[in-house]
DNA sequence: ATTAATACTAAGCAATCGCTTAGTTATTTT
DNA sequence: AAAATAACTAAGCGATTGCTTAGTATTAAT
């Protein structure tokens, strides 16, 4: 019983989500979001709350959309460890801005906030985390002759050489990215 | 013929290099600098320009702190390959905070700034992580077997695994750190 | 048509940002 | 002792931060 909204959540929160991914949380203001967005701030605070409110569902926007292009081909392939492996190659493709990348938005979120970082964010943080890290346990059981224990620290080595993948990709060229996956992937 | 400052300069840099170390350039606040450092901001400023200025300054203090407690631990080693591992241990407990870690310096503000950064801190970065690799190279030399090509690519992939283990440091604990560092070092 | 509910615009809130400046205090040279 | 120089204190600069609010426009139910 009273006027429609202008605009799409799910679409002004993916520009939202792009600018938070290219400048990290604090470098990203209010007034850049209205910008980007389209949108003025009081939609912005009447459709998310806060500034905390855009950034929660920007991660989640995120989530989606490396599901799409990223971690459903890798859940769907049945080549083990070289799937990964094809990931880690995806991944820089996903992150790439212009010349450089911007990471993984997670990643950068952790990087920037480190402990600091609001629970709620954290909480989404790590269930991001703990969610590639299944799957690349799911992969490598895909080689049976891996004991559980070779497989969850071959996961965590994983978990890490990604992490370190993704902010290389801001400051490394694509040889040097290619040196380390090749590396990376060497005696596993 | 004038009053005598009442401030070491290098002794407040320590402080405002630990300030942004653990917090980040932007998020590191001039008033916050003034607390930490124990001066006023008009004496900031007089000794250090601007807030780029005090940033500059504590990368070249973070610089020969790695440097003391760091590289030349390294720097004087013969063990190959074997003294590069014991530097990722070492770098651990280098940039331990409380529970987690802060990581490293020039990584956290090539994670935070990106390409965007400030010409003057992107050089002093690039600087960095030069001597690092020169470094890792001269060890990976100490095993006459391999080529060139090998040891640079090699060299590559241990400055990424740095990044990586830098930025892992801040959200995974001991144990998926030692085994990234373990799987790091199996195959070279 | 009237009323109620919501979405918009735009101005403005207190707080903080990086930085400056007026005024005072301390030290050295003359 | 007087003058010159520089380091201090503290107030305040304009701009920007995240967020709010008063006023208007639009929609739907009555």
Redesign the interface.
């Known amino acids: 019983m009273a006027r429609k909204k202008e605009y799409i959540e799910e679409e002004v929160i993916e520009k939202a989500m792009e600018l938070f991914w ?1 400048n ?1 949380y ?2 990203t203001s209010v007034r850049m979001l209205e910008k980007e967005m389209g949108i003025n701030q009081f939609s912005i605070y009447s459709s998310f709350g806060n500034k905390k409110g855009v950034f929660l569902r920007s991660i989640d926007c995120y989530k989606r959309k490396a599901k799409l292009e990223l971690i459903d081909k890798l859940k769907n392939s049945s080549d083990g460890v070289k799937s990964i492996k094809q990931y880690f190659y995806d991944f820089i493709n996903f992150s790439k801005d ?3 990348n ?2 993984c938005l997670i ?2 979120t ?3 906030l ?2 600091k970082a609001d629970q709620e964010i954290m909480s989404e ?1 790590v269930n991001f ?1 703990t969610n590639v890290k299944t799957l690349f346990i799911e992969k490598l059981e895909l080689d049976n002759l891996k004991t559980a224990e070779i497989i ?3 996961a ?2 994983l ?10 990709s ?3 060229n694509q ?3 290619d ?2 996956i ?3 992937f ?2 596993l």
């Open positions: 290219r990290g604090e470098s212009s010349r450089l911007k990471g990643t950068n952790v990087n920037e480190g402990e943080i985390a969850n620290k071959q965590n080595y978990m890490v050489s990604l992490q370190g993948l993704s902010v290389a801001k400051m490394f040889g040097e990215l040196d380390f090749e590396n990376t060497e005696n």
